[in-house]
Nanobody, 127 residues
Framework: VKLQASGGGLVQPGGSLRLSCAAS????????IGWFRHFPGKEREGLAC????????YYSESVKGRFTISRNDARNTVFLQMNSLKREDTAVYYC?????????????????????WGQGTLVTVSA
């Protein structure tokens, strides 16, 4: 499975960006996809995820109401629409295959599933 993240760039505070995560490979359409971001010197933060089976979504509190995750199954692509961007949203954003559900062994929706990651895409929010 290969994930290709794209769509990052420079945007002014209050602006919007849409990130894309294109998946390829024989079983790529069976995985839930999550979006993460990484701030220098801090742990990676899970933002949102979407299941492969029924499109169920989950959002972290830090982005709920501003970010929307969706998927286009025909293109095998997951999107992260980011609105009302703030300077503190500046980070490198990644997509990865995750469980996107609770299990008997973890309440972490962003628990890795398969260990596939896309390369990061830089989002800079600045005037």
């Amino acid at each position: 499975v290969k994930l290709q993240a794209s769509g990052g760039g420079l945007v002014q505070p209050g602006g919007s960006l849409r990130l894309s995560c294109a998946a390829s490979g024989p079983t790529s359409d069976t995985y839930a996809i999550g979006w993460f971001r990484h701030f220098p010197g801090k742990e990676r933060e899970g933002l949102a995820c979407i299941s492969s089976s029924d499109g169920t979504t989950y959002y972290s509190e830090s982005v709920k109401g501003r970010f929307t995750i969706s998927r286009n199954d025909a293109r095998n692509t997951v999107f992260l629409q980011m609105n009302s961007l703030k300077r503190e949203d500046t980070a490198v954003y990644y997509c990865a295959t995750v469980l996107c559900r609770r299990t008997s062994y973890s309440n972490d929706y962003y628990f890795p599933d398969g260990g596939y990651w896309g390369q990061g895409t830089l989002v800079t929010v600045s005037a």
